[in-house]
């Protein structure tokens, strides 16, 4: 994507991961960025700095998304300007878009966010680029095609996992390998601590930790896991703990099953090293 040099944007997300995707997302459009992971961080960054585009997560820890925004309006009618502020949001609130858009949201986007999606907001809304849209697709699929030649040979034979979605999520090979390991590397920990709060009927916190894991799978490309944590999520929301206790045992053999497919990825680190 053709933007002007001094097109930049702040990435507002509390979670690691999902600042990196959106970072090397924006960098393949040639869009500098900055980093916040918190409402906090946020407002002070935008007191300090220009930016052309805010992508703000709705749901944070502390000043969540929507109280946030709040306060960037004023930050920018004192500072003079206007800043399209582009919520970024969970599936399950695709049905809000329409609020969002209603208090003041220049666009939602949901996660886990897809390229071609993220390409049209910036078109939108940066300052003045064009994209020669079938050109750019092409080029992303050839683009897409050498990364996929970068990644170690044994990926390919891992049960269950979309190589080709997790590369589209994460733009690079290095990326990709990087979320993976991310992944790979909490799958004991998160694992045993659903199964702790599973046998202590613990379902509130038991719900967001199955929330956290279905946003991580579907971004790695491990869609059957993700799906099988979606379940979960619904079942944990409506109170069906019958479906809770049926279904988390298969999910649980499903998720742990990951640490031995993706074990060599810390041979790999190793090597590295």
């Not at 886990?112 to 992303?140: A, C, F, N, T, Y």
Request: proline fraction near 4%; charged fraction near 30%.
């Amino acid at each position: 994507m053709e933007t002007k040099p001094q097109s930049r944007v702040l990435i507002v997300d509390d979670m690691r991961v999902n600042r990196m995707i959106l970072s090397s997302l924006l960098a393949s459009n040639g869009v500098l960025s900055d980093l916040a992971e918190s409402g906090e961080e946020c407002l002070e960054l935008c007191r300090k700095n220009k930016y052309d585009l805010i992508l703000l997560d709705h749901r944070m820890p502390g000043i969540d998304g929507v109280d946030t925004f709040v306060q960037l309006k004023e930050i920018f009618k004192e500072q003079g300007r206007k800043v399209p502020v582009v919520c970024h949001t969970v599936e399950a609130a695709k049905d809000n878009i329409n609020l969002y858009k209603a208090a003041g949201f220049a666009d939602v986007l949901i996660k886990p966010i897809q390229p071609q999606r993220l390409s049209e907001v910036l078109m939108e809304h940066l300052p003045e680029g064009s994209v020669q849209e079938k050109q750019r697709r092409e080029d992303e699929k050839a683009r897409l095609k050498v990364e996929l030649t970068k990644l170690p040979a044994w990926l390919s034979n891992v049960p269950e996992l979309d190589i080709s979605l997790g590369m589209e999520n994460c733009e690079t090979a290095d990326d990709y390998m990087e979320v993976l390991s991310v992944f790979a590397s909490s799958v004991t920990e998160k694992a045993d601590e659903i199964e702790r709060l599973l046998n202590e009927e613990d379902y509130s916190h038991f719900t967001l930790k199955v929330h956290s894991l279905k946003t991580l799978a579907k971004i790695v490309g491990a869609l059957s896991l993700s799906k099988a944590a979606v379940e979960l999520e619904a079942a944990g929301k409506s109170g069906d703990i019958e479906i809770i206790k049926e279904k988390t045992p298969k999910l649980l053999v499903s998720y742990r099953a990951y640490a031995d497919h993706l074990a060599p990825l810390a041979h790999d680190e190793e090597d590295k090293a």
